[in-house]
Structures are given as C-alpha cells and as structure tokens.
C-alpha cells in the first residue's frame, strides 16, 4: 500500500514538472539555439567553399584566356586603348607574332649560345674541323630562320593612331627585338606597292606596310592606305 502511494506521488510530481517546462517554452529554445548554432557554421562554411571555388575558376579562365594565341585585340583593353591614344585600327594577329617571334628570338639564342657548346662535348672523336662545320651550319639555319620570320612579318601594322583631318598618322610596328617602335607617316608619302612581296598593301618613306582590310573599319581611312595604281599611271600620262 505504501509503495503504490510513494509511485503515485512520483508519477504526479513528474507529470507537474513536464507541463510546467511545456508551459515555460525551455525545451523549445535549447532545440532552436543548439539547432541554429550548429546550422550557422555549416552554413558558412559551405558559402566559403563555394566562393573559393568560384574565385578559382575565375582565375583559372583569366589565365587560359591570357595563355591562347588570340586573333584581335583582347577584350576590355581595346576601349580604353581607344579613349587614351585614338587607335583605329589593330592587327588581328598581333599578339600571335609577337609571340613566335619571341619563340624563334629564344631557339636563335640558344642555339648560337649552346649549339657549339653541345658539339663538342657530345662527339669527343669528332674531327675539330668537322665540329666547327657542325656549330657553324646549326647557327647558320637558327640565324636564318629567325631572319626570314622577321622579312616576313616586318611589314605587319600592329596599331594605327588617326586623328581625321590629321595629314599623317602614326603606326606601330615590330622591331627585330620583338619590341613595337613607333612611327609617323604622311600620306602624302604613300605609294602603290610596286613589288611580288607578299602581304604588303603600300609603300611610304622605302618601307613596305600591310593593313588588314577586312579588319580595318575605318573605310575612310582604308581608302587613303590602298592608292591605286591606275590613278597615278593616268595622272603622269596626262603630264
């Protein structure tokens, strides 16, 4: 008898204290503050994550964009370019020439530089005459190959800088350095291109210069650039 009293006093008291804690709304608030604190770090860490990851792609396209050999100017650089200097007209395959032409700058060097160096230590029993023969044709060919890049490419317009109404213009070419010099033409010193040259489009001051006409938007511009030849044949015959 006296245990099932004492039972029945626990078993009231424990029901007591349960509603009063349902009433009071504890349980509620530890489960809402122990969720969000262990919700808030997770949250914030896949935000970090996530803008990591993104930062890293973005890099990662930059320097694949920078690294391609690219035809035209690169983007967000040409306006700017086009505020501060007047440019009219880029080379389309710019950033390409400059690129081989440092290539075959560096296979020049380094052939001049370690091509007689590697003859001799490699073939000890080699004749010494037969050696020299050996440096001297490998400078010979590396030397050459970079000289006919450079013919090749020197009459190439890297950039154009106009003002219209201006009598002359200023261009950029590409020195034997892979280096753009700058220089200033009149145009009333351009000539017709008299000459089996390839890519070459006029003469000015005994230089030969190509411009991409399909590049060129400035057809005002263009027109000045290309005289034709049957205009100045007509005018000394009327002379």
């Known amino acids: 008898m006296a245990r099932a009293a004492l039972f029945h006093l626990l078993r009231s008291q424990s029901k007591r204290l349960i509603s009063r804690n349902i009433h009071s709304g504890y349980p509620c608030r530890v489960a809402t503050w122990s969720y969000t604190q262990c919700a808030k770090p997770n949250f914030n860490t896949a935000t970090s994550i996530f803008t990591a990851q993104k930062r890293w792609a973005s890099q990662a396209k930059t320097n694949e964009d920078h690294n391609k050999i690219s035809i035209g100017p690169r983007k967000g650089r040409e306006d700017d370019e086009d505020e501060d200097t007047g440019v009219v007209y880029y080379g389309p395959i710019s950033s390409t020439i400059k690129k081989v ?77 892979a280096t753009y010099t700058p220089r200033t033409i009149k145009f009333a010193d351009i000539r017709p291109a008299e000459t089996n040259r390839p890519f070459v489009t006029f003469k000015a001051n005994g230089n030969f210069y190509f411009v991409d006409a399909e590049h060129c938007h400035n057809k005002a511009l263009l027109a000045r650039l290309t005289p034709q030849k049957a205009t100045h044949e007509s005018a000394l015959k009327n002379l």
């Open 101 to 177: 032409k440092m290539l075959s700058l560096s296979t020049c060097c380094l052939s001049v530089s370690l091509g007689p160096v590697i003859t001799f230590m490699t073939s000890p029993d080699m004749n010494v005459i037969l050696k020299g023969a050996v440096a001297s044709s490998v400078i010979f060919l590396s030397a050459t190959t970079t000289a006919a890049l450079h013919w090749f490419v020197s009459p190439y317009i890297h950039k154009i800088r106009w003002q219209p109404g201006s009598d002359s213009f200023e261009v950029e070419m590409m020195s034997w350095l």
